[in-house]
């Protein structure tokens, strides 16, 4: 058994780097097609079958402690990350990337080569439940991702011409990420941590800079800087832990006894907070966008961001009830309600959902700062909603983009009527981000329990306050898809089977896991975090609680059915909307002040003048820097 | 198993019982009003003959979801109320209530009619205003009475508005938007006064203003239902309080209606959260530093 774990693992961490280098020299189309389904499949079922072997066995997995060739090859790896940031940033005058990768990885090195610690023998692998999770979530919707990436550029490189077309180069990379994704949660030690870390940023950098435009170098440099910011505060972390603590695995460091402990904590969490991109570093998500849908959804779903909260929930235990966890909380809470309000005054559908990632993610930071038994459940659930969510939506709209030619909310009017299938998809997503019965608000009802319990009445407020902008931003944009409108649009919808099939795949995942929330929590959740904790931890909310949600889910399908139902043999006449009666053509136009027929054109509602001002967001800004650097001096405080 | 049994009665009376109280309450508020106003007013039954009256009359649709979401938001608030009354998770219960108020909006936007378009953006700042009051309301019963359970609140030793008075203050504040009563009608106004014609519910004639009507009653009752557990606990004599701090806060509602002006959706929100923040808030970082 112990052996077909290694190969599992080792293959779940490999087989992706292979595919991509593979697919990196595949040029023609219905090749690449074939290997990735294959690959991608491959992945999903190797991914299920290592979860379902876990859990059969139950026991937590570590191996490996003897890993010098490896760790040299790693070394070299880390190495020529650096080489590829310095060529570019060379090529596109941003030296300040070059430096800040020159600081991090000579550091690193240096801590490696000084033979500092070449004492440890531990184990460099290490799965436990929160492995399985994270391995689930990146091996299921990592690969519908790339599923639907299939479909999707083809679409897009037809759509976008002038856009130079490096598919190979795209799907290579969407691959890398998945195996770094794997590397990163299998990893207990931190020096390999920091390394898969790393590729998650270039890889992340290269992929946003798809389009070779001008602003998505801007961006792309943006998100690489910040997330090499990261890096350093990673690597600050490592040099520290080792040199003062003498620790160099995670799962070691959280459970170390000492008050110095603090500081490289504060630094592992800028790391986690970059990675997550919360306030002050929320920025390169958003710019992020400019890159082709696949990637948005890869980076907003199951990896990069996740990777961040993953940080963030790992060393939980050791932030609860201290300056570090404070900082982190608080932060996590402030960007939950900044972002949501945020997330108002755009229209552009892609910058909805990236706010609301944000502003979710801060919530699951706000819960690992807490670091409650009840928290970090909260978060686990909250982590897996929105991963699924999240995916779904980005993926929606990409196809909606490719079909109606835009990905304004504003044209998605009455998109009900015209493309219901496509309709229904973003309707069961936004559904899943904020309504009853769906995960994100029974995890976020668990959340705010746990935040009463864990006595932080500043989040309490924040969560209460950010749910009523959350459900405003997302009802705002159900409004524009349950609106009217003629059928006059004639365009074919063209979404292809492979976008489909990972649609439906979505959807199918979101409402089993919602059937099976008390199941989960009890048989996976509960014992993930008594493991954490050492002690048996129950549900936070009761099981009748769960079980009336699952039957919810019925419930909210069986209204509208009823309803149909109800009104079906009821009399009525059809007449036109009120319109002081100067409408004309069934309500399509109307005759203005000067007596001539104009178009009837119904807009939403953005709130521009209190939420849009830009006074507004560099507040926030300076809110969160500031908070950031005090919690920093505590951390350092507190450790000297 | 009794406990079961208890619910399933109260659900049914809840069913039964909120549209004749609450047609009483309405004809009541009529006669204040009017009063208030130096008229006479009408009789007590009188919204019960203008129910009749709507579903009685002509029904006109604009198109076919428009009647199917308006007969969704009943039965949902049906739900909702039964889920309060069953003594049910509050926070369970204001979630569904969001959802609920959704099928409202869509209802609306569903007829592409540009007046009831706006009165339903107006109704989601109204939902933006009271939802964080709505969910302190929650919070505040579940420290003090640490459960979030409506059977385990009216178990308490002492009425939950001795501990939670900036919380009920802040209740009252915005049912007032609830009520969808002055300064704070903005999406569908009971009164001739507004720009909006009817708002949200401008193109609902007929049979579906009719279930609208009765779905507000249904609506109502469960609003006074949260109101009754501030004053609810063990013992009898908690029940004639709670009808009278029932039938204060129902006054107070109406002196405010009748008192104000509408003000904007700017100075609602505002006035909303302020409110929100300045009691419950306070009211509530208080209990966690006693205890």
Redesign the interface.
Known sequence: MGLSNEIMIGSLIFVPFIVALILSFVGNNTVRKVIVYFSAVCIMFLSAAFAISFLINGKTISFMPETEIIDKIMLGGEFFLMGIIIWLSIKYKKLYAAALSIVQTVGLAWLELSGKTEHFKLDHIYCDRLTIVMVLMIGIIGSFICIYAIGYMTDYTHHHTDVKDRRKFFFGMLFVFLGAMFGLVFSSNLIWIYFFWEITSVSSFLLIGYTKTEEAIYNSFRALWMNLLGGVAFAGAIVFAVIKLDVINLSDLIICDNKMLLFPLMLLAVAGLTKSAQLPFSKWLMGAMVAPTPTSALLHSATMVKAGVYLLIRLAPAMQGNSVGYTVALIGGFTFFFSSVRAIVHSDGKKILAYSTVSNLGLITACAGVGAESTVWAAIFLMMFHAISKSLLFQSVGAIENTIGSRDIEDMH?IIRRYPFLAAIVIIGIFGMY??PFGM?ISK?AA??AF?DA?N?IL??F???G???T??YW??W??KI????DKTETRKNQTSIEQCVSLVGHVVLMITLVILYALVSQKFVEPMISEFYGHPVGAV??YT?MI?MSCYVG??VL??L???L??RH??????????SGINRDK?RKFVDSFGKERD?Y?S??YMLD?MGSRRFLNISTVIAVAGLIIGIAFSIGGAF | MKGGLISIITIAAYIICAPVIAGFLSGLDRIITARMQGRRGPSILQPFYDIKKLFNKETLEVNKTQFVYVVCFFISIIITGGFLFGGFDLLLVFFTLTTSALFLVFAAVSTNSPVATMGAHRELAQMLSYEPMVILVAVGFYMVTGSFEGRDIIQADMPAIVKLPGVFIGFVSILTIKFRKSPFDLSASHHAHQELVMGITTDMSGKMCGIIELTHWYENIMLYGVIALFFVYNSWVSIPITIAGILVVFFIEILIDNACARVKWQAMVKAAWIVTIITAGINILILQCVK
């Open positions: 009455g309504l009853a608000l009802w705010l329990k009463i006595g009445i309490v407020l969560l209460a306050f749910s009523a902008t459900m405003f009802t705002k159900l409004l349950f609106a009217w409108s909310i009761s609680d009336i419930v909210i209204i509208p009823l309803a149909i109800a009104t009821v009399k009525v006449t059809k007449t036109n909307a009120y319109m309500g009837l119904l939403n509602w209190i």
